[in-house]
């Protein structure tokens, strides 16, 4: 049997989707997820599976797609993750199950995300969605607070047990990270809304606009019949530089950057009333999926020039490869092994340049990745009109601080049990980035995925 | 949504709002604030809580017209409903009994003074009031405020009603005249509030201030409120929106205030443009 490759996603050419914020990826045809299916060897001991961490019957539903049975192939990846639309397109699927898949080991593994973004796709313009099979009502309330993918897959489960699930998302529009921060050519925010929808369907009833801690306490909601709450709150809180001149105006941090862009829809300003500011040459500081986030939004919003600033090399930048590729095939300029010590504003307050010192690499650091070290005298004066500081972001104190019940770790992150999600607050569980610290969609909804499990114990038991 | 129940025009471009929102009602302190967006191609502003009725379930906002959004609500009836309002944000005010407090409000700044030197005048505490405003058409609150102030003042820029001058000429005379001032609280725009802490400084007068910084989220999230206070930079939307204002960075909050003047330029012509058309 001839042997068949790996299928290529189809794209937008860069030079027409750096002009529009339209999905880059355009998704697989029947053909050519059928095609991609048939690569499967349908291991009897699926490695891929260990990959995932929610578990996905790969194996299982690859079978179907093979089979063009697509209804069935979404219902089976429905059995373990209840978000595959968004976990076919963001998560870093070469770490995980692409990872293990046999096929890479001599050549290029079965391109699992692609396949399971088109069933959830191919369900959705099918008009399949089906409401599961719903348990009786036990008529327990649990509260869950913050709609990103944690708290999205805690209620879901949770809903499908049979309890009241109520959701309290701080801003206007839930999905968390999904819908401010990751933007709409890599996540369109249809799809987003599409699992939202799902989750109603399921009877789970979504409060936006409740910031938990300012507008109601975690005891008032006990008060109010709550019986378990479950926190998944994200790592919400911008990291600066700490540098001179951070504040001068045209220096964003990326979630402001791209909180304005995708929750606000600043791009299509002034139909939409939210502005933003992109000069010609924009600077993204960072190396990170965020990073590549902001500078591929920056070309979109007319940058004529984007660039990429980050302390290390190529090597070890941390966003996904695909991303970079991305980033590097649209244009984006990547200067490395350069680090901001100043920033430099003209008379009106705005930022015009950015002091950088070279760096070159040192020892490993406690990362395992070369610790980068300035070379001295080598500083530079960067010519920039807009900044994006993208270095990454902690937790955000707004509910913890006035819930000193629950326990934190010294970088201001919740300490809970990985496999429940208890927290040292009796009936309060947590999971997602606002324990890990900044992670992936995936592992959000893994420890959500947990924590429902704990909750419904819990429930059952008393037991804590 | 959040249903207006009344709606007041209290001078030219200045309208009050009496808006169903219980949770926040029930929480809000003077010195907290909310983010409202008016429909879903909105912007978020934040707007500061004028006054609550925690048994109704409403709360009070006084909002200005300077911008696209602020005008857009100005259409806003009784009846009409806005799509999002979030808080209470930020931290309440500090009150306590401290023996003679000056609140001073500048233009819609004393929609903001006014719970507080109410909070005061409750805490036991000898409140003088200056308030001012550009003219006297645009005179708000001025009965409000004196019922909760020991001695009210009111300056027009003008002189068309009051003293003329400025909220600072008032309190300069003040002190100049020797009485004992423990602290003062000054709201309104970002220049007047300047002016107050300069004038204070010199007598170490502690000096409150609230800053109205440009704000999207109103958590914390996005750093686009943050101000220097004591050469160490805060987010006005959790850290406060109130400061020591001698600490404060004036300078520079005046001009990020101004970092989308074009961009909201461009936003209320389109927007007063197509209004004529309707
Ligand atoms: C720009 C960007 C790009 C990314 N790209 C990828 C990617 O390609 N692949 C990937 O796997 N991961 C990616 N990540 C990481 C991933 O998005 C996060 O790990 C994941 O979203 C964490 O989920 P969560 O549910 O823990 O929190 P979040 O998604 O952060 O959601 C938390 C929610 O809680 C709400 N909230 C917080 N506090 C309160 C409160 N007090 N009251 C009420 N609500 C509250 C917040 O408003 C928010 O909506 C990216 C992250 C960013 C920022
Ligand atoms: S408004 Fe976003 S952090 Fe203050």
Redesign the interface.
Known sequence: MKKIPRQPMPKQPPEERIKNFNEVALGYTEELAVKEAERCLQCPRPFCVDGCPVKVKIPEFIKLVKERKFSEAAKKIKEDNVLPAICGRVCPQEEQCEKKCVLGIKGEPVAIGRLERFVADWEAEHGEIEKPEMPEKKGIKVAVVGSGPAGLTCAGDLAKMGYDVTIFE???KPGGVLIYGIPEFRLPKHIVEREVDYLRLLGVEIK????VG???TLYELFDMGYKAIFLGLGA???K?LGIPG??L??I??A??FL??TNL??AY????????I?VGKRVAVIGGGNVAMDAVRSALRHGAEEAHIIYRRSRAEMPARLEEIENAEEEGVIFNFLVNPKRFIGDE??WVKGIELVKMELGEPDESGRRRPVPIPGSEFIFEVDTVVIAIGQTA???LLDVTPEIKRNRWGYIEADYETGKTSMKGVFAGGDIVTGEATVIEAMGFGRRAAKAIDEYLRTGKW | MFKILERETLAEHINKFVVEAPLIAKKALPGQFVILRLHEKGERIPITICETDPEKGTITLVVQEVGKTTYELGTYQAGDEIADIIGPLGKPAEIEKVGTVVAIGGGVGTAIVYPEAKAFKEKGNYVISIIGFRSKRFVILEEEMRKVSDELYVTTDDGSYGMKGFVSDKLKELIEEGRKIDLVIAIGPAIMMKVVSDLTRPYGIKTIVSLNSIMVDGTGMCGACRVEVGGKTRFACVDGPEFDGHQVDFDLLIKRLAMYKEEERIALERYLKERGKA
């Open positions: 701080a801003l206007h936006v606009d409740v910031v300012k507008s109601i919400g809180l911008p600066f951070e504040n105006l045209g964003y941090s979630n402001e909180t304005r606000m829809k299509l300003f002034p139909e939409y009333d939210t502005p500011k009106n307050g955000n104190p707004v």
